[in-house]
């Protein structure tokens, strides 16, 4: 296998790394040689050789009681033996029948600690649970009994030339199941704690195997790239780990160092580190005081501004009489005047009236030709009405008819326009007014708030401003105190202990070796991604960019976009080929942490299609072929193409038919 770098880059990384060292701590190289002898830190430009773990076997026996039809209460017993590296598939006719509690027992066995997707209802049911594994050359298996909810196994290395296992370690609770796990991982796959800082939490969290075991399970959920969750910027530091990057065993070992040397300088410090803590308690406090105290004096208003505000409020009610006091005057104009108005519109209104009245009485008398006198009934002859004609005269009583000299049409078409226009400034007079008023009645509403805010101003300046300088001054001496104590804590500070200062340039140079080198790992990582993307079907990716924390840019359809955007069927795919690429590259380059065992759970929960679900399939089967020690187990409801991609290896698959169960 190949070696990541070649000889000339290890022995330059080598050769410089004491005189870099030196360089950032101000210190001789002999002091930098006699504290790397001291502490046993030694320079491991060679990246970490991975373990391969396999699942050789697994019990487990017990007693469903209480369950739902068409499950049937009873005692059960599941074995699963003789099992290698390569494909294996748990197959069920439908869903809740066994299959993922399965992985969840296994991986219960592994951590020590069982998930929250285990349901409580099965761990009851379980009374004895063993798991039989190989981790490099060493033939392995832990067991437990449960009895009432209490827990008790053991960790065992069979022997094959002796009578006796080999006990690695008995527990008793719980607790020390988890501990027991994680410790033995966690030592034997050359893994090392992660810590991370959350804001708001002075003691860092720390993720051991529980967490760095995530690598090793794909269930239904794709938020993070690698690993189960995406708090604390975990799945970078699961990616960095099993990378296998080198010089990590050299930076733990110095990380460790400077923690011991911390540690033995606060106790040389003891007076000055209690001092520092009641200066950070003092200044913590007052703090909150002033924080307190603050707030209350923003609640409460100064005498100044109390005056200036009741002066102006004073200001600004005279100004509002004046302007009621003018608006007033107009409002008694406007009236007289709409009177005025109404009084002009009702005259034209009766002047038209009149002539209209006129103008048809007229037309009806004019159009009257009598026979006969209407008061003696005596005729009227030829001759009277021909006179009539003649000289204008009635042919009745005699009288000269009057003849109409105006013309009716213009005249009512003036009285008309005169009646139009004493509307319409009687209209405007009264929009006037009616404006007005709304007017008055807005300015009487701000008359009344400023009266109530005058009121209340003025009961403020009755009663004092005594709490307010009150506070004032006491803000002014715990600021007093608190610019003092900072002043003296600067200016008591420590100065590093020369091989303090060493080990934080080993701790920062170390880092700087890796952070070069992790580059060429992630895009030798990133192009096979791009690789086993392809062959899962995924042929629209062209590029992929794997960063440090983790985070997964793709190329696809000659757009750029990221794995958080992608839908669950292609996370699931770019989550198996990340964690493949990993085993992969680590094969090709002889690195990496990663002990090549895999589960993934219910691919098709998210409506993958066959075709797409196939192409996974083959890929995989790709991979198990190239990767001699890769054991994967897929959990997942029946399909044929499982069973096509398990072939004539029928020990291969678990299938529970029809309403049957796994166990």
């Known amino acids: 296998m190949n070696r990541i770098s070649g000889t000339k880059t290890d022995a330059l990384s080598v050769s410089t790394w004491r005189d870099k060292i030196a360089k950032r701590a101000s210190a001789s190289l002999d002091e930098v040689n006699a504290l790397l002898a001291r502490t046993g830190i030694r320079p491991s430009p060679l990246p970490a050789t991975p373990s391969r773990l396999t699942i050789q076997r697994i019990e487990f026996t017990g007693c469903k009681v209480d369950t739902q039809p068409p499950a049937r209460d009873g005692a059960f017993h599941f074995l699963w033996d003789d099992l290698s590296s390569g494909p294996w598939v748990m197959m069920t006719d439908g869903n809740l029948k066994g299959k993922s509690s399965v992985i969840e027992i296994i ?11 285990l349901r409580d209802d099965i761990k009851k049911w379980l009374q ?4 039989d594994f190989r981790l490099g050359e060493k033939h392995l298996k832990v067991e437990i009994d449960l009895d009432d909810g209490k827990l008790q196994g053991r960790l065992i290395q069979p022997m094959e030339n002796m009578q006796e296992d080999l006990v690695l370690a008995n527990f008793f609770t719980p607790n020390e199941f988890q501990e027991t796990m994680s410790s033995f991982f966690m030592k034997e796959l050359d ?44 799945a970078g530091s699961l990616l960095r780990m099993y990378l296998g990057l080198p010089w990590i065993s050299t930076l733990s070992m110095a990380k460790a160092n400077l923690k011991v040397a911390e540690r ?66 107009q409002r008694a104009e406007l009236a007289v005047s ?12 009766r002047e038209l009236l009149r002539f209209q009245e006129g103008e048809a009485a007229y037309a009806v008398f004019r159009a009257l030709d009598p026979e006969m006198c209407p008061r003696c009934e005596g005729h009227i002859g030829e001759e009277r009405r ?31 326009a005169q009646v139009e226009a004493s509307r319409k400034a009687h209209d405007r007079g009264k929009a006037a007014l009616q404006e007005l008023e709304d007017r008055l009645k807005e300015l009487q509403f701000e008359e009344a708030a400023i009266d109530l805010e005058c009121d209340r101003l003025g009961r403020i300046l009755d009663d004092g401003f005594d709490e307010y300088h009150d506070l004032r001054a006491e803000i002014r001496m715990l600021e007093k105190e608190q610019q003092t104590i900072v002043i003296y804590s600067e200016g008591s500070g420590q100065q590093l202990a020369p091989g303090r200062a060493i080990l934080q340039a080993v701790v920062k140079e170390t880092e700087s070796q890796v952070e070069g080198l992790k580059v060429e790992l992630l895009n030798s990582v990133s ?15 062209t590029s992929a960019t794997l960063r440090g924390n983790a985070s997964l840019e793709v190329i696809t359809n000659g757009e750029k976009t990221t794995y958080s955007k992608l839908t669950g069927g292609e996370q699931l795919r770019l989550k198996v080929a990340t964690v493949l690429a990993i085993l992969k590259v680590s094969e090709k380059k002889g690195v990496g942490r990663h002990p090549g065992l895999l589960f993934i759970d219910s691919p098709k929960n998210h409506q993958m299609i066959d075709g797409d679900f196939k192409h996974l399939l083959s890929g995989l089967r790709s991979a198990v072929e190239t990767l001699p020690h890769l054991q994967v187990f897929v959990a997942s409801t029946y399909s044929e193409i499982l069973k096509q991609w398990i072939g004539e290896e029928e020990k291969r698959i678990r299938h529970a038919v029809g309403e049957g169960y796994l166990w």
Request: charged share 30%; net charge negative.
């Open 107 to 117: 991986k219960w066995m592994l951590r020590g600690h069982p998930s929250s997707i």
């Open 128 to 131: 004895h649970v063993s798991l």
């Open 191 to 234: 893994l090392e704690v992660i810590q991370a800082f959350r804001e708001g939490s002075e003691e860092p969290a720390t993720h051991d195997w529980q967490a760095l075991s995530g690598a090793l399970f794909i269930g239904t959920d794709y938020k993070a790239l690698l690993g189960e969750v995406v708090v604390d910027g975990l």
């Open 264 to 329: 033995e300088q606060a106790r040389q410090s003891t007076h000055f580190a209690e001092e520092q803590r009641r200066s950070r308690a003092r200044l913590e406090q007052i703090d909150k005081e002033l924080e307190g105290k603050r707030k209350r004096l923003q609640r409460i208003q100064s005498d100044k501004e109390v005056r200036n505000k009741h002066r102006e409020s004073i200001a600004g009610k005279t100004h509002i009489a004046n302007q009621l006091r003018e608006l007033g005057t």
């Open 338 to 349: 709409l009177d005025e108005a109404s009084l002009a519109y009702n005259a034209d209104r």
């Open 386 to 416: 021909q006179r009539e004609k003649d000289t204008n005269g009635c042919s009745v009583c005699g009288e000269q008819i009057s003849m109409q000299t105006d013309d009716p049409e213009e005249r009512s078409q003036i009285l008309q």
């Open 527 to 541: 192009q096979e991604i791009v690789r086993l993307a392809q062959e899962f079907g995924m042929t629209a990716i």
